[in-house]
C-alpha cells in the first residue's frame, strides 16, 4: 500500500501524545507507562520497521511559541530524512516517559533527563547545543549570585569563598535544576563543607527552593534570601530585567554543566540515527540557523559522546549523593 508521506507537526498531535502520558501516569504511578511496553513488546518494535520519527521539543521558560517553531524545524528534518517527522511540546518528564513507552523516538532536553533517558530507554546524546551566553560553548556555569552591595566577596579559593556562606540564607532555584541545585551542592560537598544534600540546613541559616531562575534570583533583589544558585544566563532577560541584573554580581562560578541537546531512542537503527543527525545538522546552515536559534536561543548544535559531554553532571550527582 502506497503511503503519501506527510509531516505530521501539529499542535493537536502533540496534545493526543502528552493526554496518553498523563492518562497513563495521573493514578497510577510512574510505572503505568513501563507497563504499557513489556520488554518483549518492546524488543519486538525494535525490529519493526521505523515509518515516522516523533520528537518532544521540551519546554523552557524562556521559550515562546515553541510549537509552531518545532513544526517547522520537523518539516525541515521530513524533508532530509524523507520521512514524516511529528513535533511534541511536553516537559522533560513527559518526554523521557514517552521515550520509555516507545511514544517518541526522539527528545530536546538537558543533561538530567538525558541521564533519565538513558537509564530507562537506552536513549543517547549524540547532539548537544551551543549558545552566545554560554562560557563553555557546549558547557555552561553554574553561579553563586549576591547583591552588588553584599559583603561576602571572592578569596583566594573556592573553599574561602564558600565558606563565608555558612549561616546565610540561601536560595536554591529548584531541587531538580542542575546549575540551581545539583552542581552547586556537589562544589559545597567537594569543598567538605557540608556532607549531602540532607544537610545543607547544618549549613545554611535558611534554606528555600523556588520554581525556577526567576524566582531564586528575586528572592535575592527582595532580601529574602542572601545567595542564589543559578545559571550563569540567568543574569540576563527573559529570568530579570537589564537593571536588576545590575543590581546583582557573581560570588562564585562552578563550570561544567552540559548543555541540553538531542537524545535517539535506542530503538532507531544506526543508519536512520545517522541520518537524523545530519539531518540536525542541517539547522546549523543559513537558511534555516535563524529558525533554529528561536527554538532556545541555541546558535548551533555540535556532535558529542554520550558519556563524555554528561561525566561532569554524572560526578555531580554521584558527589552531592543524587539520584539522576
Not at 103 to 123: N, W
Not at 125 to 144: I, P, Q
Not at 282 to 293: G, I, S, T, V
Not at 294 to 311: C, P
Amino acid at each position: 500500500m502506497n503511503v503519501k508521506l506527510k509531516v505530521i507537526a501539529s499542535a493537536s498531535a502533540g496534545l493526543l501524545l502528552l493526554a496518553g502520558l498523563t492518562a497513563n501516569t495521573v493514578g497510577n504511578g510512574p510505572l503505568a507507562i513501563a507497563q504499557t511496553t513489556p520488554k518483549g513488546d518492546r524488543d519486538l518494535r525494535a525490529q519493526a520497521a521505523i515509518s515516522r520519527i516523533r520528537i518532544v521539543f521540551a519546554n523552557r521558560r524562556d521559550a515562546t511559541d515553541l510549537q509552531n517553531k518545532a513544526n517547522q524545524v520537523a518539516q525541515i528534518l521530513s524533508k532530509e530524512i524523507g520521512m514524516p517527522v511529528e513535533a511534541v511540546i511536553g516537559d522533560e518528564t513527559a518526554a523521557v516517559e514517552a521515550l520509555r513507552a516507545d511514544r517518541a523516538d526522539v527528545a530536546f532536553v538537558a543533561g538530567r533527563a538525558a541521564l533519565k533517558a538513558e537509564q530507562l530507554a537506552k536513549a543517547r546524546m549524540y547532539l548537544a547545543e551551543v549558545r552566545s551566553d554560554y562560557s563553555g560553548g557546549n558547557t555552561y556555569d553554574s553561579v553563586f549570585v549576591v547583591r552588588q552591595d553584599s559583603p561576602l566577596r571572592p578569596k583566594g579559593s573556592a573553599k574561602q569563598t564558600l565558606e563565608q556562606l555558612k549561616g546565610k540564607k540561601m536560595a536554591f532555584t529548584s531541587r531538580t535544576s542542575g546549575s540551581g541545585f545539583i552542581f552547586p551542592v556537589s562544589e559545597l560537598v567537594g569543598q567538605g563543607l557540608v556532607s549531602g544534600p540532607d544537610r545543607l540546613e547544618t549549613f545554611f541559616g535558611n534554606v528555600t527552593y523556588g520554581d525556577g531562575y526567576s524566582s531564586a534570583l528575586q528572592s535575592v533583589l527582595k532580601g529574602q534570601s542572601e545567595v542564589a544558585a543559578v545559571s550563569e544566563y540567568a543574569l540576563l532577560p527573559p529570568w530579570i530585567t537589564a537593571e536588576e541584573g545590575k543590581t546583582l554580581r557573581v560570588l562564585q562560578q562552578v563550570p561544567g554543566v552540559p548543555a541540553h541537546g538531542i537524545v535517539i531512542d535506542d530503538r532507531i537503527p544506526a543508519p536512520m540515527r545517522e541520518r537524523l543527525i545530519n539531518a540536525f545538522m542541517k539547522m546549523n546552515e543559513p537558511a534555516n540557523n535563524q529558525l533554529f536559534r528561536s527554538l532556545y536561543n541555541s546558535q548551533k548544535l555540535v556532535k558529542v559522546d554520550h558519556t563524555r559531554h554528561l561525566a561532569t553532571l554524572r560526578q555531580a550527582l554521584q558527589r552531592a549523593k543524587l539520584e539522576p
